[in-house]
């Protein structure tokens, strides 16, 4: 009975619902705007989520094992991303989120769409700074781990 009981805790601890703290959700939605304005090609919306002075950066591992490192800025993102083009769609998951009064952090791992096509997926890293009345990215860091859905879910579960 007693390990019944048990296994019943267990079950419910571990298919509860995420929790969410105070101020995660603001934080969360700052990068959820950013990607709608990935997806819209939406200038005023992903300015209104970038610090121009952000920087962004990617990491890719080379067959050689080497990384290869881009870097961008916030302004440099915004001006190419508001183009028109294609629907970039980029979702987290299980995000973790480090909060202090004026600066966040959020590790989670990722899946990237152009359009309905599969792109890559990996682990994005951002920083938020809280400015007078609201948040902004501050950085951005990703890797590109793998470019078929089938390797990301293995390494991801993906959603």
């Known amino acids: 009975m007693r390990f019944a009981i048990f296994v019943s805790i267990l079950f419910a601890a571990c298919t509860a619902p995420e929790v969410v703290r105070p101020g995660e959700e603001e934080v969360l939605a700052v990068i959820d705007r950013c990607f709608e304005g990935m997806r819209t090609h939406d200038a005023a919306l992903l300015e209104a989520s970038v610090r121009p002075d952000a920087v962004i950066t990617r990491l890719r591992t080379r067959d050689d094992g ?27 998951w299980n995000p973790e989120v480090l909060m202090g009064p004026r600066l966040a952090t959020v590790r989670a791992p990722y899946d990237f769409y152009v359009d309905t096509v599969f792109s890559h997926c990996g682990i994005d890293h951002f920083t938020l700074v809280r400015e007078t009345t609201r948040w902004r990215i501050q950085s951005i860091a990703y890797t590109f781990e793998a470019s078929n859905e089938a390797d990301c879910t293995a390494q991801f579960s993906s959603p």
């Open 66 to 92: 080497s990384v290869d490192a881009f870097t961008t800025t916030g302004a440099q993102f915004v001006d190419e991303i508001g183009k028109p083009g294609p629907a970039y769609i980029e979702r987290i």
